[in-house]
């Protein structure tokens, strides 16, 4: 049965986040979920957010919702965490014929059938790092809150449902200005950003640092790029941010020194999935917005919490173009060639998550009277699964709740299924036919 989904991954993946999303939109709808009467689209669209570990909201976390309600919330998180990382790795296993357990992510040259013994080992190793990392997290989190004066039930609840949206990149927030009240609190931000850098990476380049973390050379290429890549694309969101927003008098300008370092970790890393704002969105510059808008767009790693084109996909393109420049015939990376139907993959993903972002944006545009660049924002954060806005969500009506939703989905559940069905599908001509050369550029 197991070989039979994972043979289907076009139709299983997408029906599963599915069926998760209705039970979800069910529960929220329970009267115990919300002290009045539950709007029916606000649980759908909650119920999507949190499945596709996204973060907008269309109602206030911290007020709508009662305690039960909040409790659901985590719940889908959790499934929809666990459920994209298991399901991407799981596709990589299929589509690479086996997944090396130590880590390594090279393909292999012959393909094997996926074992169900193999697949119960991944499960269970994705499902104990989720745990130890909420857990710690949750722990340092939840001594912090009593130190800060919350009785132990509500400094455990704070400290739990932190730690949980941290590591899924969910950004759902039970404080009304999400990390705002805590960006001077370096014991609160930094076991969050780090939560959001581990969860984002990927399972597969996690457990390969775990093995090889003391021989870089050794790496495949998709850890180096993707840990290298992570790393660059937070040096430029910190920098950018510290540059742009470091005297507007509504963001940063206020703050000290170390608080302003807090804050630009946050602008840097949460963009790429997290969901949490340190400031408030709605008053950064155009300059930072431009930048937060990329940084969303491309994401995180493959087979993480993350969303996004992804780190790997955009630095393969990279590597694509440079080897073009240069005029080389074969495109490599750490003196490993990249196949020719890989680049294609890549391309065609990338291709249509911006046609994704041009639809959803065309589409929003006609159904609202709101700012082109407000919409531009929670488009591609609906897309990249981010959860950030530069405030408009809430004003959004029907029609551009029902959209966001729909990205949100696309984003989450399509990139994964459209990749590995394009791998699953690529085949060998046994013929060639005449070349030609039509005009480029």
């Known amino acids: 049965m197991m070989q039979r989904a994972l043979l289907r991954p076009v139709r299983a993946v997408p029906l599963a986040f599915l069926a ?67 399901a991407a790795t799981l596709l990589a296993l299929l589509v690479r014929g086996k997944l090396d357990l130590s880590g390594s992510l090279a393909a292999q040259t012959e393909r094997q059938a996926a074992t169900l013994g193999e697949v119960r080992r991944v499960l269970v190793r994705i499902g104990l790092l989720m745990f130890v990392c909420e857990a710690v997290v949750a722990v340092v989190l939840t001594g912090e809150f009593l130190r800060r004066g919350l009785g132990f039930f509500a400094a455990l609840g704070h400290g739990i449902f932190f730690a949980c949206m941290a590591f899924t990149n969910a950004g759902f927030s039970i404080k009304t200005d999400s990390l705002m009240p805590y960006v001077a609190d370096a014991i609160i931000v930094w076991p969050m950003f780090a939560a959001v850098f581990i969860g984002s990476l990927g399972y597969p380049v996690i457990f390969e640092l775990r093995e090889k973390w003391r021989r870089p050379g050794h790496w495949s290429v998709h850890t180096r790029i993707t840990f290298w890549g992570w790393l660059l694309l937070a040096a430029i969101g ?65 087979a993480g919490t993350s969303g996004g084109l992804k780190v790997s996909t955009f630095f393969l393109l990279g590597f694509v173009i440079l080897s073009e420049i240069r005029g080389e015939p074969e495109v490599t990376i750490a003196h490993r060639r990249i196949g020719n139907e890989v680049q294609r993959q890549a391309l065609t993903v990338a291709l249509l998550s911006i046609g994704a972002v041009t639809v959803g944006t065309i ?3 006609m159904t609202t ?73």
């Open 363 to 365: 589409a929003l545009v």
């Open 238 to 302: 910190f920098v950018t941010f510290i540059a742009f927003e470091w005297t507007n008098p509504d963001t940063l300008g206020p703050m000290s020194v170390a608080t302003k370092i807090n804050a630009a970790t946050a602008g840097a890393i949460m963009p790429r999935s997290g969901g949490f704002n340190a400031v408030d969105y709605a008053h950064i510059n155009d300059e930072t917005v431009i930048v937060t808008i990329v940084l969303m767009f491309i994401g995180g790693g493959s």
């Open 369 to 441: 009277e709101l700012p082109l660049q407000a919409v531009v924002f929670d488009v591609v954060s609906a897309f990249g699964t981010v959860g950030l806005s530069l405030g408009i969500t809430p004003q959004l009506g029907a029609e551009g709740q029902i959209l966001l939703m729909g990205l949100m989905f696309v984003g989450r559940v399509g990139t994964v299924t459209v990749a590995s069905a394009l791998a699953l599908r690529a085949r060998r001509r046994h013929y060639s036919l005449p070349e030609e050369r039509p005009i480029v550029g």
């Open 20 to 86: 998760v999303i209705v039970i979800g939109t069910l529960l929220l709808m329970l009267p115990i979920a919300h002290p009045g009467e539950v709007r029916p689209l606000a649980a759908a669209f909650t119920a999507v957010s949190a499945t596709c570990i996204t973060g907008l909201a269309v109602v206030d976390t911290a007020t709508y919702w009662t305690p039960f309600g909040q409790i659901v919330i985590v719940l889908l998180t959790q499934m929809g965490g666990f459920g994209i990382m298991s």
